[in-house]
T-cell receptor
Framework: GENVEQHPSTLSVQEGDSAVIKCTYS??????FPWYKQELGKRPQLIID?????GEKKDQRIAVTLNKTAKHFSLHITETQPEDSAVYFC??????????FGTGTSLTVIP | DTEVTQTPKHLVMGMTNKKSLKCEQH?????MYWYKQKAKKPPELMFV???????INESVPSRFSPECPNSSLLNLHLHALQPEDSALYLC???????????????FGQGTRLTVV
């Protein structure tokens, strides 16, 4: 099965700075890579996703990059705000419905 | 309506009890999922239903029994659970569009289960 590693496990940044979270995956057949944000006590919510035929995708302050050759993808958050504080999970999927999550990154944005 | 609704929000049960978790969505999604999430851990896939048929069972113990009565409902029947089964149980759904392999999974708020 797919093995998704995520780093760092915790990340603290000053408000306004950028945050980068990195994931690697093992299955070269994986072709869909969503990122989920989970606030304390709440449900995971999709914030951005990327498919394997695209190298980069951006949505306002959030961007994701994908390197298929190296089998890694990254989440970039610019101009961080306190409300960005949450746990972020990457995931990889090679087949419909089978999402394998990374171990999570707890992001704290310090005002 | 982009909601996945789970009931109950909290559940405490003894190891000899039988209980059920319920999940409902009215987005017309044809794939529904059960995930288990322990504290500070990622969600772990348990079951996937596609068009009301069980398509994935990730080697889950038989004390967890899923059921999909119709395209909007998903149940998880619990029997003879162990304290280590205490966790947040998340339901999710996604659209199975023809020609699209993947679609966003919408999660419910979860049921926080405690087994005593």
């Amino acid at each position: 099965g797919e093995n998704v590693e995520q780093h760092p496990s915790t990340l603290s940044v000053q408000e306004g700075d950028s945050a980068v979270i990195k994931c690697t995956y093992s299955d070269s057949a994986s072709n869909y890579f969503p990122w989920y944000k989970q606030e304390l006590g709440k449900r995971p919510q999709l914030i951005i996703d990327i498919r394997s035929n695209v190298g980069e995708k951006k949505d306002q302050r959030i961007a994701v990059t994908l390197n298929k050759t190296a089998k890694h993808f990254s989440l970039h958050i610019t101009e961080t705000q306190p409300e960005d504080s949450a746990v972020y999970f990457c995931a990889a999927s090679r087949a419909p419905y089978q999402f394998y999550f990374g171990t999570g990154t707890s992001l704290t944005v310090i005002p | 309506d982009t909601e996945v609704t789970q009931t109950p929000k909290h559940l405490v049960m003894g190891m000899t009890n039988k209980k059920s978790l319920k999940c409902e969505q009215h987005m017309g999604h044809r794939a529904m999922y059960w995930y288990k999430q322990k504290a500070k851990k990622p969600p772990e896939l348990m079951f996937v239903y596609s068009y009301e048929k069980l398509s994935i069972n990730e080697s889950v113990p038989s004390r967890f029994s899923p059921e999909c009565p119709n395209s909007s409902l998903l149940n998880l029947h619990l029997h003879a659970l162990q304290p280590e089964d205490s966790a947040l149980y998340l339901c999710a759904s996604s659209q199975d569009r023809a020609g699209t392999l993947h679609a966003e999974a919408f999660f419910g708020q979860g049921t926080r289960l405690t087994v005593v």
